[in-house]
Every structure is written in structure tokens, then in C-alpha cells.
């Protein structure tokens, strides 16, 4: 080897390697403001400090029953938005999950790693059995191991999401410790990443719920294909109190929300927005909020209008982020195979 070819190896060597994040969101409809700004906004920002993937969690959506059609639709829908937000296929890796067949077979192992016990704490489980009550299938209990799947299998650092998802790497990460321990080292034990300003959207007409896109209220949440008037008209319903003085305190989960929302778009902190409406009523409080957050969707949304009708385009992008993919999940599920046990051919 010349000597030259040498100190360039020995220098990638030494440079600390980036550190790793994947995250994915599920097509079950379009995105609103608590997936932006709690995990998506995020993503962006992360592109740039770190070797990311995120993904269409398409696998995911049919837990719940979905109509295939709109399922397709929903699945173009969501891989445009990515792009719409900002997130660059250049530096970062973007695919749809069901395109890279690893996620279900390393799902299988690992679900044979995972406790029934386990699964049965999931808050999300308890939540979606009681919605759908006339199906509670095997997927949707099931559906932690093929998220710890999703991510292992890219071996991240970091997985960005917002505060809802917590149990869900955690247990990932139990699965990961168990699974290392029997055979060796395969997995890097990732952490969850949640920002502090965001992670915790609030529905807009019941507070004390979680913004929701499958939420049957339509008021409750601002979707970000939401047109201006619609977003005004949104705040402008937003269930509040009797109050009528801009603060955050207990008991004003309302206020309390929008002022969370109002913080994380501009990053003034809850003081500088209490004296920013100090005199001021809930009305026009609701009114500032709504301007901001239809700024911030303005770009987003124009982007996407040009990206949706460009199919090809789409596919294309969607073929070259699966055949990244494939080849990083491939490596590891093959080394997950074979320490288990099975005949690599
Ligand atoms: P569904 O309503 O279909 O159950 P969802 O909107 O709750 O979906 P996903 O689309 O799978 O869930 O979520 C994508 C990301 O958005 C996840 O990281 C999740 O933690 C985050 N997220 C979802 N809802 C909120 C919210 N209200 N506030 C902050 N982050 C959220
Ligand atoms: N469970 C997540 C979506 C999801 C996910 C993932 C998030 C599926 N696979 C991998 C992070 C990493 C949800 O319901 N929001």
C-alpha cells in the first residue's frame, strides 16, 4: 500500500465516527402540527450533525384496518411530505419500510425475544384495543418488535421522537440488551431522543389528550395541509378556560398548549410570551399563534403541492432510499441470523 493511500486510511480511522439517529412515522393519514413539531422539525435539524434514516412506517399502518387504495395514497403522501419538510435523500436516507424486506424477518426473531408481559404494558396497545375494539389483532400487540426491527436494524445512536413513543425504544432497547446477551454483540442499544419543546402537543379541543391524526375530531388537530383559514379558524375553537390572562399554570391545559406551540415555532420562552400578551386577551393570543404556524407551514405546503403530482419522481427516490437501505439492514440481519443459529447461503 503508498504510503499516502495509508495516512488517509489511518485518518478515517481516527475521525470519530457521526453519530447515527433513524426514525419513522406511520402513512395512517396526513401529518399534524404535534408529529412536526415534536418529531419531523426535529429530523431536519438532525441531518446535518448526524447520519440519518427515516422511514414510512407502511407495515405499521395496517394494524388498523386501512382501505388499500387510500393506504397507496397515504403512503405517496407521507414520503412527498418528507421531502416537503427539508429532509435532504443527498445526506440523508429516506425509504419506505415495506420496500426493505428485513424489517419483517428480523421482526420474527425478535419477536421471538420479546415477552408477552412486555407487550401487554404498552400504553399504545391499550390505547388502540380500546378504539378498535372489534379488532385487536396480532399485529397491533405484535407491533413493538417490528419497531425494534425497524430500528436495530440500522444500528442508530439516537431514535427522535416525540414523548408518546418512549416506552416503545425502551422496550427496544430491553430487546436489544437480552438479545446481546445470549449471542454476542449484534445491536447497538439506541436511546430515545426527545426534544424538551414540543414533544407533548395537546388535541385542541381536550387538552389532556395527545394531538392526534387519527383523531375522529377534525378540530382537535391542525393537519399541515390545512389551509390558512382553517388554521385560524382552528385556534380560533381551541377549547380554553375562563381565565383570559396568557400564562402557563396548572390547570390551563388549553392555554398551556398553545403557549407550547406559540414557544416552539418562535423559541421565545414562556415569560417573554407572557409579557408579549400581558393585557391582552385569549383572542388575539390565538390569532398570533395561528399566524405563526401557518408561516411555517406556507413553505412546506407548496413544496408538497409540486412533489405530489410527480409521482415518478417519487418512485424513483422511493427505489434509490430501498436499495440504500436494503444493503445496511441486510448486513445486520444477517449477522442476527447467523449468530442465532441459521445457515447463511
Ligand atoms: P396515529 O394518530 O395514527 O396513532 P400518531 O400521530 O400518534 O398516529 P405517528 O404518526 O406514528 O403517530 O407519529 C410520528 C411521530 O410523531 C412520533 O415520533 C410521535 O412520537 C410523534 N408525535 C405524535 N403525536 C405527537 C404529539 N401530539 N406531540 C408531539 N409528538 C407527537
Ligand atoms: N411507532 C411509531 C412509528 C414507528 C417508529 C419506528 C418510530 C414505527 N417504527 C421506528 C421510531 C422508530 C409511532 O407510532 N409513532
Request: hydrophobic share 40%.
Amino acid at each position: 500500500m503508498d504510503s499516502s493511500k495509508e495516512n488517509k486510511e489511518n485518518i478515517v480511522e481516527s475521525a470519530p465516527r457521526k453519530k447515527r439517529a433513524l426514525s419513522c412515522i406511520q402513512p395512517t393519514g396526513i401529518p399534524t402540527l404535534g408529529n412536526y413539531l415534536g418529531a419531523m422539525r426535529n429530523w431536519v435539524a438532525m441531518q446535518d450533525e448526524m447520519d440519518c434514516a427515516f422511514a414510512v412506517a407502511d407495515l405499521h399502518a395496517i394494524t388498523v384496518r386501512q382501505e388499500p387504495a387510500n393506504l397507496r395514497k397515504q403512503i405517496y403522501e407521507m414520503f412527498a411530505l418528507l421531502l416537503s419538510i427539508g429532509l435532504d435523500p443527498e445526506k440523508t436516507l429516506l425509504f419506505v419500510q415495506s420496500q426493505v424486506p428485513a424489517h419483517a424477518q428480523l421482526s420474527w426473531i425478535l419477536s421471538c425475544h420479546t415477552q408477552f408481559g412486555e407487550l401487554s404494558r404498552m400504553t399504545q396497545f391499550k390505547d388502540k384495543s380500546a378504539k378498535h375494539a372489534d379488532n385487536i389483532n396480532l399485529g397491533l400487540f405484535a407491533y413493538p418488535s417490528l419497531m425494534a426491527a425497524d430500528i436495530l436494524l440500522y444500528q442508530p445512536d439516537y431514535v427522535p421522537v416525540g414523548a408518546d413513543q418512549k416506552q416503545h425504544v425502551e422496550l427496544t432497547r430491553d430487546i436489544a440488551e437480552r438479545f446481546n446477551n445470549l449471542y454476542g454483540n449484534v445491536f447497538t442499544v439506541p436511546e430515545p431522543y426527545i426534544m424538551k419543546s414540543g414533544a407533548r402537543i395537546r388535541s385542541l379541543q381536550d387538552p389532556t389528550k395527545k394531538m392526534s391524526k387519527s383523531d375522529t375530531n377534525q378540530n382537535a388537530y391542525i393537519s399541515l395541509k390545512d389551509d390558512p383559514d382553517t388554521i385560524v379558524r382552528k385556534f380560533k375553537r381551541a377549547v380554553t378556560d375562563s381565565e383570559a390572562r396568557v400564562y402557563h399554570g396548572e390547570g390551563k391545559d388549553g392555554i398551556n398548549n398553545l403557549i407550547e406551540i406559540y414557544s416552539s415555532i418562535t423559541g421565545k420562552t414562556f415569560e417573554q410570551i407572557e409579557q408579549e400578551f400581558e393585557g391582552k386577551g385569549y383572542g388575539d393570543f390565538k390569532i398570533a399563534v395561528a399566524e405563526v404556524v401557518v408561516e411555517t407551514l406556507r413553505p412546506i405546503q407548496q413544496k408538497f403541492d409540486e412533489l405530489i403530482q410527480d409521482k415518478a419522481y417519487l418512485e424513483k427516490m422511493m427505489a434509490q432510499g430501498a436499495e440504500r437501505a436494503s444493503k445496511i439492514a441486510q448486513r445486520t440481519l444477517n449477522k442476527a441470523l447467523k449468530k442465532t443459529g441459521f445457515v447463511i447461503i
